[in-house]
């Protein structure tokens, strides 16, 4: 797993409870070093094991803590930059729908070896959609529904969101996008920093 995305789990801990909390779960999990660094590759045990540890040290499902992650990835301002990068993709969140199949390509320009899942989005209709989320992470398709459901919020759209595993590499997201304009959205500007 890139550490780009053991570093995100770390910081999930550490910003959503504490450096202390950060620490048991490290020593929980066994790591000998606390810290990952953000540009190395690590195991994909290292990640299962660090999850595990998370779950076990605050008795969450894994399947929570993985939502939890990826609400926490497009919602918390030490973060501010993934949310940022998903706006552009589209004005409301359907258009954000519609262009998640092109994420992967998308995120390779500025991370060249950033393992990300493939997504493929499907249309059933007015409104109903099914998200097939493909990657050798078992319960990748979670840390897509947090983030799915924090996107929704952002726009300002009511969703009803539905996991559901297929195998161990392959999960589906069904979508029913209820309002497209059912709050009013978060404000989003191009600039990071606007006066």
């Known amino acids: 797993m890139h550490g780009l995305v053991n570093r995100a789990i770390q910081c999930f801990v550490r910003d959503t409870y504490s450096d202390a909390c950060w620490r048991h779960v490290a020593r929980r999990a ?88 493939n997504l493929e989005l499907r249309d059933y209709g007015p409104n109903h959609f099914n998200l097939i989320c493909h990657h050798h992470f078992a319960g990748i398709s979670y840390v897509v529904m947090g983030i799915l459901r924090t996107m929704a919020d952002d726009y300002g759209a009511l969703v009803l969101l539905e996991n559901e595993s297929i195998s161990a590499d392959l999960g589906l997201i069904r979508i029913q996008l209820v309002d497209d304009a059912f709050a009013e959205g978060r404000q989003f500007h191009l600039g990071a920093h606007h006066g």
């Open 30 to 117: 066994g790591l000998e070093q606390p810290d990952f660094e953000a540009m190395l590759d690590y195991d994909d045990v290292v990640t299962d094991r660090v999850i595990a540890a998370i779950s076990t040290e605050f008795s969450v499902p894994v399947e929570t803590i993985l939502e939890d992650i990826g609400t926490y990835l497009v919602s918390h301002p030490n973060v501010e930059a993934l949310r940022r990068l998903l706006r552009f993709t589209g004005t409301d969140f359907r258009e954000f729908l519609y262009s998640l199949d092109d994420l992967k390509a998308r995120a390779r320009l500025a991370l060249a070896d950033l393992d990300i899942p």
